[in-house]
């Protein structure tokens, strides 16, 4: 007999869902329960993920294998605990419900091919969970010719890329125990909160599969040997190459992110907006039912030559999400790039025919309110 608590099976599924994309809650995928010396573990597999979490230990060692449908009628947010057991062909789940004996009975699964664990796994710092987590909303989420749904892994000098052909997130300097560069699926479950926790991150490969463990939950991807990956290094602009900065002070940072997303043109093909980069840098927006809409970034600076540019919003806004708060440009048609330490994030910009002069009416939004001057009563 195994026992876990409803709330171990709670987590245990929502891993498996974020992780494997299980659509259903009547999904028959096999789920593997494993007493072993280490501890009780979780695991389930498909074609490119494949997922482990382990719990303290039960005292019994045994495996269980039932469908993953079932999980979803037991699990719960308490510590009641669910014995599960066989019986012949069967498997059997009982619990307690307010009080109430709770009893499921199902049909025992035949277990997956489940990847080896790579007998080398090479220690990270916690940092590369986060790194990952942002990677995968750089990825593109349809395949293609080329692997825009993929991150790329690089081992001679530790170099993880993400692009979707748009914008593209790179940093270097980690330690994978490999030389090649290897492409991954980028998996869902690397954004969980049970996996971005303050924990150093333990990779490893073996043929077929990378293997990404931090804490007790273990993600396996599937390598992608078939299709190639863009050139990142060749597009990547050259901050010598750059005509004028703009560098954002926190609070000016803080202002433009929550903005962003209220001004007019959002709901607009590429949510445009115009960076019109001088002494005084302003972004402007509008649309056809919303006058023009400035924002006057009063406490941050630009240095070199006088810039309008159109843009996505989305991009800056994920820039500012990222922590970047000096922003690179060539010229207008030029990728916008922000590179800070060994992370860069660079975008391409929109068609230049979108972007808006100033105008006189237009409504002026600033970003720090006017300081306030003390009088004093004759």
Not at 4 to 28: E, F, H, M, V
Not at 127 to 136: G, K, Q
Not at 185 to 190: E, I, K, L, S, V
């Amino acid at each position: 007999m195994i026992t876990l608590t409803r709330k171990q099976l709670r987590t245990a599924r929502s891993l498996l869902r974020r992780t494997l994309g299980l659509r259903s809650r009547n999904d028959q995928t096999p789920v593997e329960i494993a007493a072993t010396a280490e501890g009780t573990s979780v695991r389930a597999a498909s074609q490119k993920f494949a997922i482990e979490y382990l719990f303290p230990g039960n005292p019994e060692m045994e495996t269980i294998v039932l469908p993953y449908a079932t999980l979803a009628e037991c699990e719960g947010t308490r510590q009641d605990p669910v014995r599960v057991h066989t019986a012949k062909d069967q498997v059997v789940l009982q619990w307690e419900e307010k009080g109430f004996p709770q009893c499921i009975w199902t049909n025992a699964k035949s277990a997956s091919n489940f990847p080896a664990r790579p007998e080398e796994m090479q220690e990270n710092p916690s940092s590369l969970m986060t790194l990952l987590a942002e990677a995968v909303a750089i990825t593109s989420k349809e395949s293609s010719r080329f692997a825009l749904d993929c991150l790329r892994l690089r081992g001679h000098d530790g170099q993880l890329a993400a692009t979707d052909g748009r914008q593209a997130l790179v940093q270097a300097g980690f330690d994978f125990p490999w030389e090649d560069a290897l492409l991954i699926p980028a998996c869902p479950g690397f954004t969980a909160k049970e996996f971005l926790k303050e924990k150093p991150v333990r990779m490893g490969k073996t043929e077929d599969w990378v293997a990404i463990q931090s804490g007790p939950c273990t993600i396996w991807c599937r390598i992608d040997q078939q299709r190639h990956f863009p050139d990142i290094d060749r597009i990547t602009p050259n901050e010598s190459e750059s005509s004028i900065t703009l560098t954002l002070t926190d609070h000016d940072a803080s202002f433009l992110h929550s903005a962003l997303s209220r001004l007019p043109g959002k709901e607009e093909y590429n949510a445009p907006i115009t960076l019109d980069l001088s002494e005084n840098p302003i972004i402007r927006a509008k649309s056809t039912s919303h006058p023009t809409t400035e924002l006057l970034l009063c406490q941050s600076t630009c240095i070199g030559e006088k810039l309008r540019c159109c843009t996505n919003r989305l991009y800056l806004a994920r820039a500012l999400e990222l922590g970047f708060r000096s922003f690179r440009l060539k010229d207008a048609n030029s990728p916008i790039l922000c590179h800070k330490n060994s992370k860069t994030y660079f975008w391409a910009p929109l068609d230049q025919s979108g972007v808006l002069p100033p105008e006189e009416n237009s409504l002026q939004i600033e970003s720090a309110p006017p300081k306030l001057t003390a009088t004093h009563a004759a």
